[in-house]
């Protein structure tokens, strides 16, 4: 991953949740048309389909009170996101859309299907012609997906300063174990000095900017920011 150019990412595609739903066609086609990188989130069903979406539940987006990994991918293509008529997208029709257009940050939820998610997502990945990278908060799919193809750039999401993957940051072992090629830390933890001791070693992402304080501060303390604020 390249230091020499600051990147911004947008947050589930470039968004309202109004009449332009998160993790949408709509959201990933604007952020296209402005030529900025999309980052979106991906589950499992119990169909194994991969499918856009960032809550395990699906009752916030679509009213329906049920688990992602509970529904077939015909169960869910019928679901309306909000009050649109946008729909929850598979990743391959997601793929076909962005097709290397511009750069994309998949972040791969953790339903404890990790063996199966893996698979299907380098199934899909092995044919997309372009940039993307891979994130997750659970260090055993960088490592299963680092097995399967150690080619790809990958990197671990980090929350909080009490959280366990900010703790085992400060072991050598873990960090070898998981060999990230980039940590992603929430916004609040950028400018503590274990993390910029990081900086120093591997690209930093921080997440998720929302305003104009936030964003100037990352800008100093990060390799590249996932934000929802472009004005």
């Known amino acids: 991953m390249n230091k020499t150019k600051f990147i911004f990412i947008a947050h ?3 968004h309202n ?3 332009i739903p998160e993790n949408s066609i709509k ?12 980052e979106l989130d991906i589950h499992l069903t119990s169909d194994n389909k991969l499918v856009v979406f960032h809550d395990d ?4 987006m679509t009213g329906l009170y049920k688990k992602i990994r509970q529904c077939t991918y015909d169960e869910i293509s019928k679901l309306k996101l909000l009050n649109t008529n946008e729909v929850i997208p598979l990743l391959s029709d997601v793929l076909d859309l962005i097709n290397g257009k511009v750069l994309l ?8 299907r990790i063996n199966r998610t893996c698979k299907e997502l380098v199934k899909l990945l092995d044919n997309y012609q372009g940039k993307f990278i891979i994130q997750s908060f ?5 490592t299963r997906l680092k097995k399967y193809r150690p080619n790809y750039i990958s990197g671990l999401l980090v929350t909080n300063a009490k959280g366990f993957c900010y703790n085992i ?3 050598k072992i873990v960090l070898d174990i998981i060999k990230p090629d980039f940590i992603a830390y929430n916004k609040n933890i950028t400018s503590c000095k274990k993390v910029q001791k990081y900086r120093q070693k ?10 104009r304080d936030d964003f100037e501060k990352a800008k100093k303390y990060s390799d590249s920011i996932i934000t929802e604020y472009f004005e």
């Open 169 to 171: 940051m400060d072991s």
């Open 202 to 211: 591997m690209f930093i992402i921080a997440w998720t900017i929302k305003n």
């Open 105 to 112: 940050d998949i972040e791969v939820k953790n339903d404890k």
């Open 27 to 38: 959201s990933f086609k604007r952020a296209i048309s402005k030529n900025i990188p999309i």
């Open 57 to 60: 539940n699906l009752i916030r």
């Open 17 to 19: 949740n109004l009449n």
């Open 12 to 14: 589930r595609g470039i």
């Open 138 to 142: 659970h260090p055993k799919y960088i």
